[in-house]
């Protein structure tokens, strides 16, 4: 299905790092609940991933992510979800996460 330019600018992708990374336990599949700064303009925002497969809690902190932060929250188990982490999605659940190459401030938008 295409989608229109209109479409695609309505979606936030920004970047963001990794502050703080739990083990969510109530989740139905493995996960983790993460906190991630996407600068001074949006701030920090909270999000679940099922991304255990191939990432430690230790791995992730300091780690800049690409994430949508418009959409609206989602509840999982008893957390609120602020924004979707995106990465590309194996056969076998096996996640790998979309960074940039270099270090960037912040809340820069992907487009």
């Given at each position: 299905?295409?989608?229109?330019?209109?479409?695609?600018?309505?979606?936030?992708?920004?970047v963001?790092?990794?502050?703080?990374?739990?083990?969510?336990?109530?989740?139905?599949?493995?996960?983790?609940?993460?906190?991630?700064?996407?600068?001074?303009?949006l701030?920090?925002?909270?999000?679940?991933?099922?991304?255990?497969n191939?990432?430690?809690?230790?791995?992730?902190?300091?780690?800049?992510?690409?994430?949508v932060?418009?959409?609206?929250?989602k509840?999982?188990?008893d957390?609120?979800?602020?924004?979707?982490?995106?990465g590309?999605?194996?056969?076998?659940?096996?996640?790998?996460?979309?960074?940039?190459?270099?270090?960037?401030?912040?809340?820069l938008?992907?487009?």
């Open positions: 299905m295409e989608i229109s330019w209109n479409d695609f600018e309505k979606v936030e992708i920004r963001g790092t990794i502050l703080d990374v739990q083990d969510f336990p109530k989740a139905n599949k493995p996960a983790y609940k993460m906190e991630i700064d996407f600068g001074t303009d701030g920090i925002k909270k999000t679940s991933a099922q991304i255990t191939r990432y430690s809690k230790e791995s992730l902190l300091g780690k800049q992510i690409v994430a932060v418009n959409f609206p929250k509840q999982i188990a957390f609120m979800s602020e924004c979707l982490v995106l590309a999605v194996g056969p076998k659940n096996d996640i790998v996460l979309l960074n940039p190459d270099f270090k960037v401030e912040n809340g938008r992907i487009g």
